[in-house]
């Protein structure tokens, strides 16, 4: 399922925590909210995270909002309050083999129902944000840019990314060379710059255009052709990280 109730609205207005009350109203509850981070990341894990806010002014956590929109220090805020006041929540990583075993999308969709199946107690409903996902054996609804207009699903989103940005702290201290503590894995000019110096390292991702180059594993391409070639690389990347 990826729709309301029959007969359940949420106004454009209601603000974070309204699909929550909303679903509420109608007696459902305990509700899940379900999301990942690095997903467009070409070194590195992807990590889910799932949670359930309680009611009330308990649930309401401060300053909380789509991780993507709030500054490393405010992300771990969050994450101290999400965690003690959440009635659950649950941190899934895939390490980088596994993406390359199941490809990006397979590995994500897995990833969203292990956080949801590791979750203390069991959602009623699950909230995911963007596309639905099956396997939840719950109804859920899919939610356009779901971690800026629903809390446990920005909640999930802020447990995943700080988690993810924590092992790639960590990978830094083991693999200086590649900066990931600056780019956390992303493509950026500096991890190119640091790809093309050193080449792939334990945790990039093979399946990625711009690491199997790296490796000599596809073509390096002059002149002309790079910028159509540089064109298709990006494509290749937005693909896998939808």
């Known amino acids: 399922m990826s729709e309301l109730p029959k007969g359940l609205t ?7 925590y309204g699909y929550e009350r909303a679903l509420r109203r109608v ?9 990942e981070a690095g997903r467009g990341a070409c070194a590195g894990p992807l990590v889910a995270g799932a ?12 300053g909380l909002a789509d991780s993507k929109l709030l500054t ?10 999400i965690v003690r006041r959440a009635v659950a929540w649950s941190v899934v990583v895939i390490e980088s083999d596994e993406c390359d075993r199941l490809g990006m999308h397979v590995a994500n969709v897995e990833a969203l129902r292990r956080a949801v199946a ?4 069991r959602p009623e409903y699950v909230l995911t944000d963007g596309f639905p996902v099956d396997g939840f ?8 840019k ?13 447990l995943a990314k700080v988690t993810r940005d924590r092992i790639m702290r960590q990978w830094h201290e083991s693999l200086p060379a590649y900066d990931f503590d600056v780019h956390k894995g992303y493509v950026t000019d500096l991890h190119s710059a640091r790809l093309a110096e050193h080449g792939p390292s334990a945790i990039h991702r093979m399946r990625f255009v711009n690491v199997r180059r790296a490796a000599g594993l596809e073509p390096e391409v002059v002149g002309q052709d790079q910028e159509r070639a540089g064109d298709a690389v990006g494509r ?7």
Not at 72 to 81: D, F, S
Not at 146 to 158: F, L, Q, W
């Open 10 to 16: 949420v106004r454009r207005d209601a603000g974070l």
């Open 27 to 35: 007696g459902i509850e305990p509700i899940a909210g379900v999301d």
């Open 51 to 62: 949670a359930i806010l309680p009611a009330g002014k308990v649930g309401i956590v401060p």
């Open 72 to 81: 490393e220090a405010a992300r771990e805020r969050c994450y101290a309050q």
């Open 118 to 121: 590791l979750l203390d107690q």
């Open 137 to 144: 054996d719950v109804p859920g609804l899919a939610v356009w």
């Open 146 to 158: 779901g971690d800026r207009v629903a809390a446990c699903i920005a909640a999930a989103s802020v």
């Open 236 to 242: 290749f990347e937005l693909e896998e990280s939808r």
